[in-house]
């Protein structure tokens, strides 16, 4: 799950509503979200297929017949199991939406954190666990959305399809979504989806900030610099090492700087931040804007982390290993370099830039899985205007942002396929990213139910 957009420039508003009360549809959601985060779906220990068995039983009990219903795994990755559900819409000419969420979480050791990262624990108006926010939050509220569409009788327009997916948070894991699109693009074929990467930020007395829908991500991928060296003995060093040529190389790395990029979403996201921002920081902003090629501004904007990783690909040094003895001159080093590439922009066109920096003493390769070219979707007002205009009320005078990702999610293989890809807004967190990917995972209890009952109004408003 990728939340860098919550560093961007923010509007202060006033405080949100009181927390929500106890409804009887608030309580069955409960149980099910419940249920969900204190089954473990971590890769090393877990089982998101036992996860998805789980909730095909309440959709069942919510009377979706077996054929509206596709249970999904293989034989290689029995635990990494998913689901497909369908609610049938009566427009045959109206081409469904997909609910896209993945059941997998990051890892989490009991050690390390406050409470167990398994039990959902409500104290001081937040939900602890691991997956509270990223993204059981997300698909408990996408399934509990299907179960009261059941329930409820609703009749929608258009198809609607729910996706839940393992191995969205670990490169070298089987990845539902990827299955999906390779394998049964037919069952998840629609006109959009919305998924995980968009939300809102909370300030630290839980005053929302803003809400942000997101449109396109970068692609995440893997390179690997190798030097080799006959090596020998240390008494007797050389200038030819083998760590000396990775340093120069990983130097290289972390002096370049990819040019600035703009999409229709990021255009859009920078000219809204320069006018709250204004200042220094607003008018740089504006200036590249007009010229994507003024260094000046670049340096200023590139001050924020976030903006800096915004505007253009980035790659990083992650990892590093090398020599064999530590009285011996190396005869290998190796370092992982991640980088993060910007929509339009190519896994290989980007392995030949690094090939470039490291020169010819370094092997550079592209590490497996390569990822598809992300596909930056259109700044639909079909999309954004639902969005916009439900936010209006439940969440008044709060500003709405269309963002790019710049980490990656699983919406890269379905918009491959051809399916634009949304990150609903709606599910407001902290401003320190309420410990997604750390520890304490939390969310607040008011933002959860605020955004479920957010995001299924918003689903019925597609839909119909």
């Known amino acids: 799950m990728s939340l860098r957009w919550m560093a961007a420039a923010v509007l202060a508003v006033a405080p949100g509503m009181a927390a929500a009360q106890a409804r009887p549809d608030q309580q069955a959601f409960f149980g099910l979200y419940k249920e969900l985060v204190e089954t473990d779906t971590a890769l090393s220990t877990g089982s998101c297929t036992q996860a998805a068995a789980q909730i095909r039983a309440r959709l069942r009990a919510a009377g979706y017949p077996d054929a509206d219903l596709t249970s999904f795994a293989v034989s290689e990755h029995p635990k990494d199991g998913g689901l497909v559900a369908v609610l049938k819409g009566s427009d045959p000419a109206a081409r469904p939406m997909l609910l896209l969420a993945h059941l997998d979480v990051v890892e989490a050791r009991r050690e390390d954190w406050v409470r167990d990262p398994f039990r959902l624990v409500e104290e001081g108006g937040y939900y602890y666990g691991r997956g509270s926010v990223d993204d059981k939050a997300q698909a408990a509220i996408w399934a509990d ?182 009285n011996a001159l190396p005869q290998r080093a190796t370092a992982n370099i991640n980088c993060r590439i910007f929509p339009g922009e190519t896994v290989e066109g980007t392995l030949a830039q690094l090939k470039q920096l490291a020169g010819p003493k370094v092997t550079v390769t592209a590490n497996q899985p390569v990822r598809p070219t992300a596909i930056p979707p259109r700044l639909d007002p079909k999309i954004t205007g639902p969005a916009t205009t439900l936010a209006a009320r439940y969440f008044p005078g709060v500003p709405m942002l269309p963002v790019m990702s710049t980490g990656a999610t699983d919406g890269i293989f379905l918009e491959a396929i051809g399916i634009p890809v949304y990150g609903a807004p709606g599910t407001f967190i902290d401003k320190d990213g309420s410990g997604v990917h750390g520890l304490n995972e939390r969310i607040r209890v008011r933002s959860l139910y605020e955004g479920r009952d957010y995001l299924f109004d918003l689903i019925k408003a597609y839909a119909s």
């Open 145 to 326: 959305a299907m179960i009261r569409f059941r329930q409820g009788g609703y009749k929608p327009r258009r198809t609607i399809k729910l996706a839940l997916t393992c191995g969205e948070e670990t490169t070298f894991a089987f990845d539902g979504a990827e299955w999906l699109a390779k394998n049964r693009p037919d069952l998840i074929a629609a006109e959009f989806a919305l998924n995980e990467g968009g939300g809102g930020r909370l300030d630290e007395q839980g005053n929302r900030q803003l809400l942000a829908i997101q449109v396109g991500e970068k692609a995440a991928q893997n390179y690997t610099f190798t030097t080799t060296n006959p090596g020998g003995h240390s008494s007797q060093p050389v200038p030819d090492n083998a760590i000396y040529q990775l340093a120069d190389a990983v130097k290289a790395v972390q002096g370049f700087e990819f040019p600035v990029r703009f999409t229709d979403t990021t255009r859009a996201f920078f000219t809204a931040s320069a006018k709250a921002m204004g200042g220094e920081t607003g008018a740089a902003i504006t200036r590249l804007l007009a010229n994507p090629n003024d260094a000046a501004a670049d340096a200023i904007v590139s001050r924020d982390k976030a903006m800096h990783s915004t505007l253009r690909t980035t790659c990083v040094a992650t990892l590093l290993s090398a020599g064999h003895a530590e």
